[in-house]
């Protein structure tokens, strides 16, 4: 099993960061490598159990079903049903903790999955790098200047 980690200091409050990752279907609101993302059957986008269906722009399609959300602890917790990554048994944490001093957030995301072994590294520097790193980057991005 791989596990993959990746935290990052936004200059924004807990609760302004937590607004825009919430919505388990805001994803091509906030992160710069998805193109399109839905709500399978209609569901509710904070329901738990509910399954995102998305595009990423370099045109792969992944389904990810949301396994927990909490507004009290700024976490959710999602698994991928399916893509085109070669990883099996994924299932990865978005958290985030309000920083008193500066009014900022400290994010993490985190994700252990199984995958074929010529690909660990390959894959825990996208996911890590250009994925979980790419958004947090988008996120500060964001609110820069706020």
């Known amino acids: 099993m791989i596990k993959v980690y990746a935290s990052s200091v936004i200059d924004a409050p807990a609760d302004a960061v937590w607004a825009q990752i919430r919505d388990f279907n805001a994803l091509p609101q ?3 490598l998805i193109a399109d993302s839905r709500i399978e059957g209609a569901t509710a986008s904070d329901r738990i159990g ?3 269906n998305f595009r990423t722009k370099d ?3 992944i389904r990810e079903q949301l ?3 909490s507004d009290f602890d700024y976490e959710c917790t999602y698994s991928i049903l399916d893509s ?3 990883v099996e048994n994924y299932v990865a944490t978005l958290k ?3 920083i008193t001093d500066g009014n900022r957030t400290f994010a993490e995301w985190s994700a252990e999955f199984d995958c074929a072994e010529a690909r660990e590294r390959e894959l825990a520097q996208t996911i890590g790098e250009g994925v979980f ?3 947090f980057n988008a996120l500060k991005q964001r609110f820069a200047g706020r």
Do not use: E, K
Request: net charge positive; hydrophobic share 30%; aromatic share 4%.
């Open 96 to 98: 985030l903790t309000p």
């Open 133 to 135: 790193q790419g958004g």
């Open 84 to 86: 085109p990554m070669g």
């Open 67 to 69: 396994l927990t959300l």
């Open 59 to 61: 045109g792969g399609n």
């Open 30 to 32: 906030w992160h710069p």
């Open 50 to 52: 509910c399954i995102r």
